[in-house]
DNA sequence: TTAGGGTTAG
């Protein structure tokens, strides 16, 4: 009798385990094939492949089981679809035996070619399939509707049988229509529900909120606690809350608070009802609220962050915001877009260009840069600090550009002024076939203003006025007065301002006020002036350009009767101020400002540019200064505007040759104007000034507004 | 043992 293996029987039958653990040989039935025991642990791989999005090792997996069941088929076939490859779904799909396809198969492979975004596939094998449930014609009007395509939906819900019509398919209807802007039937289909359940309540309270109909949607919350019968989740609350910051309803917001307490979704732990509790405390500009609520949050993620960043971003408490996105990384917590697009407003805020570099820099290294959420508030932040070129660079790398990407080049490069690379972008933004909006028509208008580009403005004018999809706003109209009072068309703006269809506001009449100020036109402006102070009694900025342009006509009296009249209603001019910002520090300059640490240095260096520019020329134009006063007197007011200390401190603070922006609350006037011109060429550097209207770029003597701001 | 419905920051 040969000799059997010593592995082979002793194990099996021993029950006792050996002492001697290197002794021991592996139980015999692990050795032996079991067809059940196998298949179960393939199926168990299998579904953890899928679990952990390990497509390719699934179908390995899933073709080492022999004759997978019908749900496994499904479970792949629905992986492939969330991965986008409908052929895959569809082939797997074809392979099960027609007897062992189920309902659920043939509706996750509708549900396939809908994710696939195949509506043809989708409808076909809807009429193949041997039976449809509720689950069937659900899935296809949720389809439809996902895609806008109401009517669509609306013939599938007509068609579907009376009987399979449950509650999940009166929400995808309320809900959709919401999603489509059809607010009206979903309220109406709402109210024909024959049940409603936490879902019906929560998407007509979602929906209204989405579509600017926030107060009702509050209303509804309130029936719903008060007499629905049906209980609330975190979700509604949620969509409450959101509603209450839409429209910083902070009585509202408090009770939905107490409610989250009642309810036990508070205490820190529910994220979603965390961020919006900082976001509804944060639009009811309650920020030690909302820093409260968030430091009560056990688990921070990511959201919760942001919307405390925005928050503060919200309430102009930039300093404070940047501050929590610096936090956020200290914590380990990865910024998303959103968080960059927060952090990159707050820079804009601040106009600190070093931070928004900063914070451009980790965008780059986490490879963010090119989204079209990080991209677009680049290209905003750049325009916004001064920096066309760089945000035209950073416009160019967006991937996937939207309207918002194309308006904010345009309106970046119209704020300097840049009016043929304005309409160029806006050529390339037709071709590429994006969709203009208001916002747009608004960019293109203000660059053809900054340009003097009158004809150019009356066709885009024209073909926006064709334009079906959008209604021209009173904003429109008043980019057109101003384009056509700066270009010397002083009584068609006026004409057009008193014939356009909607009523024009004080802004109107104020841009053609700006208009007869600029071209000297006291008619048009005394009229324009008398249509502003009824709307407005107390404009100052209307009052100054009254009181400026009689001061150019040298009309002293009216001058003084203005003034009077400004005393008398208690109007105060706003004074001129310039900033510069330096390594995150902003340097305030009033006229003639003689409180700054540097003071004798700035004075010093400004007596030494006078003297240079009256070599170079340079006379100052006393129409600016519009005051009745000696000659002497009024040089010395235009030598210590506030532009020229700010500049003149960046001059002393920066690296010989470097670009110096500055910004001014008001608009820079003509005589400083002309003197930081030749400044610019005195002291070889490129001097960036951002004033009320736009940005000039000073060089070599002269400006790109081209004098014509 | 697989299929459908509502939510947060920008």
């Keep these: 009798m040969p ?102 198969s ?34 296809m009007i949720h389809g439809f509707l996902s895609l806008g395509r109401v009517v669509d939906a609306e013939t599938f819900f007509r068609a579907m049988p009376s009987a399979d019509k449950d509650v999940a398919t009166w929400n995808v209807m309320v809900n959709g229509y919401c999603n489509n802007g059809r607010v009206n039937d979903a309220l109406r289909l709402f109210s024909q529900m024959p049940c ?39 979700t509604t609350l949620v969509c409450g809350l959101s509603a209450a910051a839409k429209i910083s309803d902070f009585n509202a917001g408090i009770q939905i608070h107490c409610r989250t307490f009642k309810f036990g979704y508070c205490c820190g732990f529910d994220q979603f009802v965390s961020a919006s509790l900082v976001t509804f405390y944060a639009s009811c500009k309650r920020m030690d609220d909302a820093f409260k609520v968030f430091c009560e949050i056990v688990c921070k993620n990511v959201v919760v962050w942001t919307a405390l960043l925005t928050g503060y971003g919200l309430n102009e408490k930039h300093d404070d915001a940047l501050e929590v996105f610096g936090d956020m990384m200290r914590f380990c917590v990865v910024p998303n877009e959103s968080s960059f697009t927060s952090a990159l407003n707050s820079c804009v805020g601040l106009e600190d260009l070093e931070k928004g570099r900063v914070i451009h820099a980790v965008a780059v290294k986490m490879g963010l840069e090119n989204g079209v959420y990080v991209g677009n508030s680049l290209v905003v932040m750049y325009s916004k600090c001064g920096y066309t070129g760089d945000a035209l660079c950073v416009f160019n790398g967006i991937g996937e550009k939207n309207v918002v990407s194309w308006n904010s080049v345009i309106v970046g490069c119209a704020q300097h002024g840049c009016g043929l690379w304005t309409l160029a972008l806006f050529k390339q933004m037709l071709m590429e076939g994006v969709e203009s909006d208001e916002i747009t028509l608004t960019g293109l208008l203000s660059a053809c203003s900054r340009s003097g580009m009158l004809q ?4 885009i004018f024209g073909y926006f006025g064709r334009k079906r999809s ?15 009072g700066r270009c010397g068309e002083v009584e068609e ?106 003071t004798e240095k700035i004075y010093e260096k400004l007596e030494w540019l006078g003297v240079k520019l009256k070599e170079q020329g340079y006379v100052p134009d006393q129409q600016f200064a519009l005051h009745d006063v000696e000659i002497e007197q009024t040089e010395e007011m235009l030598s210590y505007h506030s532009e020229r200390l700010a500049i003149v401190f960046g001059l002393l603070s920066t690296v010989e040759g470097s670009t110096i922006t500055i910004m001014k609350n008001l608009r820079v006037c003509g005589d400083c104007h002309n003197a930081i011109k030749l400044m610019a060429k005195i002291v070889d550097r490129e001097i960036v000034v951002r004033d009320s209207s736009r940005f000039h770029h000073f060089k070599n003597g002269i400006c790109s507004c081209g004098d014509y701001w």
């Design 3 to 104: 000799k059997k293996p010593h592995f082979s029987i002793q194990p099996i039958f021993t029950t006792t385990q050996p002492t001697n653990s290197k002794c021991r040989t592996p139980p015999f039935t692990t050795l032996l094939q079991n067809p059940k025991a196998s298949s179960t642990s393939l199926n168990s791989t299998f579904l953890n492949h899928l679990k952990n999005q390990r497509l390719d090792s699934a179908r390995a997996v899933f073709n080492k089981i022999p004759s997978p069941h019908v749900s496994l088929c499904t479970r792949m076939l629905l992986a492939y679809a969330h991965n986008h490859n409908l052929p895959q779904a569809i082939n797997l799909f074809n392979q099960i035996p027609s007897n062992t396809k189920d309902i659920i």
């Design 106 to 139: 043939w509706n996750s492979i509708i549900r396939a070619s809908i994710l696939c975004g195949d509506f043809i596939t989708a409808v076909k094998l809807f009429d193949e399939m041997p039976h449809r449930n509720s689950i069937s014609w659900t899935t």
């Design 196 to 234: 409603r359940d936490v879902i019906s309540w929560t998407s007509i309270i979602a929906g209204l909120d989405r579509n600017g109909k926030s107060s009702q949607a509050l209303v509804f919350l309130k029936d719903m606690v008060s007499c629905s019968g049906v209980d609330i989740s975190s």
């Design 456 to 459: 150019k403005a009356r066709c």
């Design 470 to 484: 959008m209604k021209l706003t009173v904003e429109h109209y008043a980019c057109m007065v101003d384009v056509l």
């Design 493 to 598: 703006a006026e004409a057009l301002a008193m014939s356009m269809p909607v009523e024009a506001n004080s802004m109107v009449w104020l841009v053609l006020l700006s208009a007869c100020r600029m071209h000297s036109n006291l008619g048009v402006a005394e009229r324009a002036a008398k249509r502003i102070f009824e709307m407005e009694p107390n404009c100052s900025a209307a009052y100054v350009l009254l009181s400026n342009l009689y001061a150019s006509l040298r009309r002293w009296s009216e001058v003084a009767r203005i003034r009077r009249k400004m005393k008398h209603n208690g109007v105060v001019k706003q004074p001129g101020s310039s900033w510069i910002t330096l390594k995150g520090l902003r340097h305030d300059f009033l006229c003639a400002d003689r409180s700054h640490p540097l």
